[in-house]
């Protein structure tokens, strides 16, 4: 075996047990972000990580063995994951988890009306007091909970957030489009190398 052929073959190993590692935390990601997005998204990242598994397996199979069909295999399976990414990349839906969180904070409004603090865990988490403001309270003939106010403590009304809960959760993924598409670079480029 000359010195180029080993230096592939480790390359091989390093840039396989890279891409087991990043599988590893889709199928994390996918399995603690179950709840906190769509099911066919959750689904989707864990197929991806398993597919990714999959791939590095076979790298690192046809390196270690030295197999044409394994390396092949692994070959023609990274080609079609850098298409399925840049067409994820061009056709992505961009603020998928946006829509999916104001649409958690409109169905917990629609509970809350019928069932009083069915909002209290989502005011607490983001500092904010109804679906549009704190008024939405008032109109629906009730006086805010102390889930809407600064330390529970509603007696000074300087503590009640004014902010409804649609605009906080707005600002708080007003970021997520610049993370997936960075994401999604990163993933090609680890893919192509």
Not at 79 to 86: A, S
Not at 91 to 108: G, S, W
Request: charged letters at 15%; glycine letters at 8%.
């Amino acid at each position: 075996m000359g010195c180029a052929t080993i230096t592939i073959k480790y390359l091989l190993y390093v840039f396989n047990t890279l891409w087991a590692i990043i599988g590893i935390l889709l199928i994390i990601l996918g399995g603690f972000g179950w709840d906190a997005m769509p099911r066919n998204y959750a689904i989707g990242v864990i197929s991806l990580g398993g597919v990714i598994l999959l791939i590095a397996f076979f790298g690192c199979m046809g390196a270690a063995r030295e197999s044409a069909r394994s390396l092949w295999t692994h070959a023609i399976t990274m080609l079609v994951m850098i298409v399925l990414v840049v067409v994820m990349i061009c056709f992505n839906t961009r603020d998928v988890f946006k829509k999916y969180a104001l649409q958690e904070v409109n169905d917990f409004w629609q509970k809350e009306i019928t069932q009083p603090g069915s909002m209290d865990n989502m005011q607490i988490v983001y500092a904010c007091c109804g679906r549009d403001s704190a008024e939405d309270y008032v109109n629906i003939g009730r006086s805010p909970p102390s889930s809407c106010c600064k330390d529970s403590n509603c007696i000074n009304p300087l503590n009640v957030y004014i902010t409804g809960c649609i605009t906080k959760v707005e600002a708080a993924f007003a970021d997520e489009v610049l993370t997936t598409q960075i994401c999604e670079w990163c993933l090609l480029g680890v893919s192509v190398s």
